[in-house]
């Protein structure tokens, strides 16, 4: 019975993150059959002297955990001009303390545990949908309680997650994982035709930036 809850609730938050663009639900130009990305107009500010790439996911996403070991290899060959960037989004409030998660490891300099999420939540079918739910799972890989409660409920940690979520507003985000390049370009597994080949679109579009 845990279990059958447990899907439904994944299945939820899953739901609202499946990856299915358009140029009109975009608002973008049209773009032709064949390409792969969707160029953003106008184009987002970016890290100045840096070719950003911001991964939009979130923990939940099953599809996210599929790319997320592609996209960690990927990120140890990238040049030392290009910044790749996580941002985890929240499509509504049952997502947030993920959303949270996110900042809280990086603020306490424990990104070690990031892919773990993804393996606690998709192969140990974990539930770590609420505030306490996730604090009982860090603790258990040796976080402080105290601290990781203090840094959760940050100014900072609260700053970031609404910064993330004016991002997937300005990048028009409607399912993840997506990928930004520069910017100025958008890509996913279903513009790109899969999980490789959404890095390997996002590796042709720092090319294509970086000649601009």
């Known amino acids: 019975m845990k279990v059958t809850m447990f899907s439904k609730v994944l299945l939820a938050l899953t739901s609202l993150m499946l990856v299915s663009f358009t140029s009109a639900s975009m608002a973008q130009s049209a773009a032709p059959a064949q390409t792969k990305y969707i160029e953003l107009s106008p184009a987002q500010p970016t ?9 939009f996911f979130s923990y939940a996403c099953s599809h996210c955990a599929v790319i997320e070991p592609l996209l960690q290899k990927w990120m140890k060959t990238v040049p030392a001009d290009v910044v790749v960037k996580h941002v985890p ?31 606690a939540i998709h192969e140990q079918k974990k539930r770590l949908f609420s505030k306490a739910e996730i ?78």
Do not use: C
């Open 47 to 55: 890290e100045p002297g840096k070719i950003e790439v911001q991964e």
């Open 89 to 119: 989004v929240a499509f509504n409030a049952s997502m947030k303390p993920l959303q949270r998660l996110y900042f809280t490891l990086e603020a306490m300099n424990r990104l070690d545990l990031h892919m773990k999420v993804f393996e």
């Open 135 to 212: 604090t009982t799972w860090v603790v258990s890989q040796g976080v402080d309680r105290a601290k990781f409660e203090a840094a959760f409920e940050s100014f900072g940690v609260s700053s970031k997650a609404g910064r993330a979520d004016q991002l997937v507003t300005a990048y028009r985000v409607q399912g993840t994982p997506t990928m930004s390049v520069a910017g100025r370009f958008v890509t996913s597994p279903s513009e790109a035709g899969g999980y490789q080949e959404t890095i390997d679109v996002a590796n042709a579009l720092i090319t294509q930036a970086r000649g601009k």
